[in-house]
């Protein structure tokens, strides 16, 4: 019963390797929750989720800055919906402003969707855009 024969596999024949499921399973998002206040820069892999303050940047896959979530600082992500306050510039593939989104700085995307009722002070920019833009900082209105 307890022998050991030639088909017993041992412990070194065994390898494990990592298992990379972040694009097929991105995992559950990280939440910084209404009452609860961050001061400092924010990295992550995966999914943020704010409803509450942050007070430094943010680098990102995917953002949800929640209705009560405010954000001061720049935010950089693949794809980002804001519904709650954001002072600071977004960089981001996809960006969505819902109806109750208060942005004050400049958006740089892909690809822009405003819900009506949603406030914006800043220039919105495509990336493409900006990579055929002159390094001079001054805002030029595009020839036509």
Do not use: W
Request: glycine residues 10%.
């Amino acid at each position: 019963m307890f022998s050991k024969s030639k088909d017993d596999i041992k412990i070194d024949d065994i390898k494990i390797s990592p298992v990379n499921n972040s694009k097929k399973n991105p995992g559950i998002p990280s939440i910084i929750s209404s009452g609860l206040t961050i001061v400092g820069n924010l990295s992550s892999e995966g999914e943020l989720q704010i409803d509450g303050k942050v007070e430094g940047d943010i680098k990102c896959t995917k953002i949800v800055i929640g209705a009560s979530g405010s954000v001061k600082g720049a935010v950089e992500a693949d794809d980002a919906k804001i519904h709650g306050t954001l002072t600071g510039k977004v960089l981001a593939k996809v960006v969505l402003l819902g109806a109750s989104a208060r942005v004050i700085g400049d958006v740089t995307h892909e690809s822009l969707a405003v819900e009506p009722g949603a406030y914006i002070e800043g220039h919105c920019m495509r990336i493409d855009r900006v990579k055929d833009a002159p390094k001079d900082s001054s805002f030029k209105e595009p020839k036509r």
